[in-house]
């Protein structure tokens, strides 16, 4: 049996090939159906009073416990549009495109979005 040797560019140009997406981490975040959601399906909201970019979460104390904060976990990762930023307690939180991203703790299954215009500041995010 005669064994085929191929050149060593073709080797590492299908090595590589194989190598494309291991290892990446999932964003924390998915679009579904116009907006985003958790890995659980619940949907994600940004807050008008927070600025895009700043690196941090206006929302705390009683505001954090009705818009729990998206929080960032060991060893996940983002993307492009995804960045994290400091809460005031020294927390991590997921952020889409500069802000800050949050559940409601009304919505209370996969597909709720009712806190969607909440006090018009609270708004679905979306992709």
Same mark, same amino acid.
């Given at each position: 049996m005669r064994i085929k040797h191929f050149p060593?560019?073709?080797l590492l140009s +299908? @090595?590589? #090939? #194989?190598? +494309? %997406? &291991? %290892?990446a981490a999932p964003a924390p975040a998915r679009a579904l159906e116009g %907006?985003? $959601?958790d890995g659980a399906g619940m949907s994600l &909201? $940004? @807050? *008008?009073? *927070?600025v895009a970019h700043s690196g941090k979460s206006v929302c705390n104390g009683p505001c954090a416990t009705n818009w729990p904060p998206l929080m960032v976990m060991e060893g996940e990762g983002g993307g492009a549009d995804y960045s994290v930023v400091t809460r005031d307690d020294g927390s991590r939180q997921w952020a889409f495109k500069g802000k800050p991203l949050y559940r409601w703790i009304k919505d209370q299954k996969p597909g709720d979005r009712s806190g969607d215009g909440v006090n018009a500041v609270w708004h679905l995010a979306r992709p």
């Amino acid at each position: 049996m005669r064994i085929k040797h191929f050149p060593l560019p073709v080797l590492l140009s +299908v @090595f590589l #090939a #194989a190598c +494309v %997406g &291991y %290892g990446a981490a999932p964003a924390p975040a998915r679009a579904l159906e116009g %907006g985003l $959601v958790d890995g659980a399906g619940m949907s994600l &909201y $940004v @807050f *008008d009073r *927070d600025v895009a970019h700043s690196g941090k979460s206006v929302c705390n104390g009683p505001c954090a416990t009705n818009w729990p904060p998206l929080m960032v976990m060991e060893g996940e990762g983002g993307g492009a549009d995804y960045s994290v930023v400091t809460r005031d307690d020294g927390s991590r939180q997921w952020a889409f495109k500069g802000k800050p991203l949050y559940r409601w703790i009304k919505d209370q299954k996969p597909g709720d979005r009712s806190g969607d215009g909440v006090n018009a500041v609270w708004h679905l995010a979306r992709p």
